[in-house]
């Protein structure tokens, strides 16, 4: 007999993999399944995607998650009342309007093929590299859509005349998968939702409208750009062909933005969520907070038309869990990630060996598009498990960098501390299984570091969303619960002040050595 209850789904589309969990109303996953799909590297610092490999990736995530809960007894057909979408960010698709195909691959938010572009718009622009941050709250950069739909639009013939024809549609990943779910070229829904817009350098933070003063120096249409929404709100419902069909799409937000509702960061709170890379982001309330210190002002979330806007400070690593499937893919010192734990253990300390990860550049603090990833302190002392160690510390050292960056930009006001003074992190995402790198990063910040029971926040904030718009879930309740807390696993610190300090100098001279490699000879 099937079990009569009331569900949200969500589709969580990485950039590695697509993931897709069915959620009773306690949250508590009864279906779920995910895919990997292909990453493409055309050139050194290029990456893209197949668009069309990543809609079958959400078809057959959605069809094998609801055969399982099915198949378990749940009547998820009748019951499901929303499914909530959240997806990499920065990564950008162009299609045509009358056919639905890509005109080119999808450029990939790690991509740094941009980078010319970037340095011509700083020579050019009275505000050079800062010119957009007061309308945007992003520096220029590789990392962000704009200067990829630049390059296409400079570079690609398909995207010129498909502009010129009106036949062009640009959007984030969130934007291309909505149009398909909702009808393709029978009547597709063209919005992306306020996260994901805030990402691209074309959304003004106070108005969340794209600003037409930005969009008239780069030149690009606004004819062809989505409309933006909220994050929770009914956007359109499932079209024929797919399954679940009529199911609204009730909720979306960018990857990172998701985690935060997952994790229920309120003002003051921070996450990281460590997946290929690592994003650290801090509430800060109702109020954008300019960094003076590297890192990014966005938005959080806006949990409706009508909520309140949330906004955050972000130190975005473009590599963190990348550099552990390197190990694995490139250099074969681990056949599985999960292995790293176990080789890394081996040994209590690196050897002196340091490793950074800049493989296209460093994102926060730092910005160097010129950095290279280097490894030194190199001796015939050191083994596989000095390596993949120095590796995990890399991560969290990265985050430390960041988190540094944030103390400073929202001071003592803008963050909130436990009754011991201490500054939690909270933390997420594939990695954070890992027991040895939550270890590391306590020890490196000198303050615990919080699991939660449930490490996939990404795809439940995206539910949570998704259910917020259609009444199973209230905002203030997710949000002043603390269950997350209570159920969570809690690292603290172990080491002592000194050693933390001489670990950091010898970062800090390891990170300085990346700068300026990027013009080395093949």
């Known amino acids: 007999m099937s079990k009569e209850q009331t569900f949200i789904a969500s589709i969580d589309q990485g950039t590695t993999s697509t993931r897709f969990f069915i959620y009773d109303k306690s949250a508590r996953i009864i279906g779920s399944h995910h895919v990997e799909f292909t990453q493409f590297y055309p050139e050194a610092g290029w990456v893209e995607h197949d668009p069309m490999e990543i809609l079958e990736s959400v078809r057959s995530c959605m069809t094998k998650a609801l055969d399982k809960a099915t198949a378990d007894g749940y ?19 162009v299609w045509s309007k009358s056919t639905g195909s890509p005109l080119y691959n999808a450029i990939v938010w790690m991509d740094v093929r941009t980078s010319s572009i970037c340095r011509k718009l700083e020579k050019e622009l009275p505000g050079g590299r800062t010119h957009f941050v007061e309308s945007c709250g992003l520096p220029l950069s590789t990392y962000f859509s704009a200067v990829k739909l630049l390059w296409l639009m400079e570079n690609k013939e398909e995207v010129r005349a498909a502009l010129k024809k009106g036949d062009a549609l640009f959007g984030t990943i969130d934007t291309w998968l909505i149009w398909n779910l909702t009808g393709g070229v029978n009547g597709g829904i063209h919005v992306t939702d306020v996260s994901n817009a805030s990402r691209t350098m074309l959304m003004n933070l106070q108005t969340l409208d794209w600003d037409k003063a930005t969009l008239k120096t780069l030149g690009i249409p606004a004819e062809i750009l989505p409309k933006i929404v909220s994050n929770a709100e009914v956007i359109g419902k499932i079209a024929k062909g797919w399954p679940l069909f009529g199911v609204p799409i009730a909720g979306c937000l960018g990857d990172q933005h998701a985690a935060m509702v997952g994790q229920a960061c309120r003002r003051g ?4 969520t460590y997946g290929t890379g690592a994003f650290i982001l801090l509430n800060t309330g109702t109020a954008p907070i300019k960094s003076t210190h590297g890192l990014l002002t966005t938005l959080a979330f806006k949990l409706g038309p009508k909520a309140q806007t949330n906004y955050a400070l972000e130190g975005s690593i473009a590599i963190a869990g990348a550099a552990v499937q390197w190990l694995r893919d490139s250099l074969g010192i681990i056949s599985s990630a999960s292995e790293i734990e176990s080789l ?28 290279r ?11 596989k498990s000095h390596i993949a160690r120095a590796v995990l510390e890399s991560m969290c050292f990265q985050v430390k960098d960041v988190l540094d960056s944030m103390h400073k930009d929202a001071d003592e006001k803008g963050e909130v501390k436990n009754e011991k003074e201490e500054f939690l ?14 270890q590391i990063q306590a020890d490196l910040l000198g303050s615990s570091v919080v699991r939660p029971a449930d490490i996939e926040t990404t795809a439940l904030g995206a539910a949570y969303a998704a259910g917020i718009a259609v009444g199973v879930w209230k905002e203030e309740e997710l949000f002043a619960s603390g269950q997350i807390i209570k159920t969570a696993s809690i690292f603290s610190p172990k080491s002592s002040v000194e050693w933390r300090k001489k670990k950091v100098d010898s970062w800090c001279k390891a990170v300085e050595r990346t700068f300026g490699l990027a013009d080395l000879e093949m």
């Open 75 to 93: 009547n998820v057909d009748s019951g499901l009342k929303a499914i909530g979408l959240t997806n990499q960010r920065e990564t950008v698709v």
């Open 269 to 272: 709170e921070a996450k990281c």
């Open 344 to 371: 890394a253990s081996k040994v209590d300390c690196t050897g002196g060996v340091y490793f950074v990860p800049a493989f296209n550049g460093l994102f926060a603090p730092w910005w160097r598009d010129d950095a």
């Open 373 to 383: 990833g280097i490894c030194i302190g190199i001796t015939r002392f050191t083994s």
């Open 425 to 438: 992190l909270r933390v997420d995402g594939g990695a954070t299984v890992n027991n040895l790198l939550m």
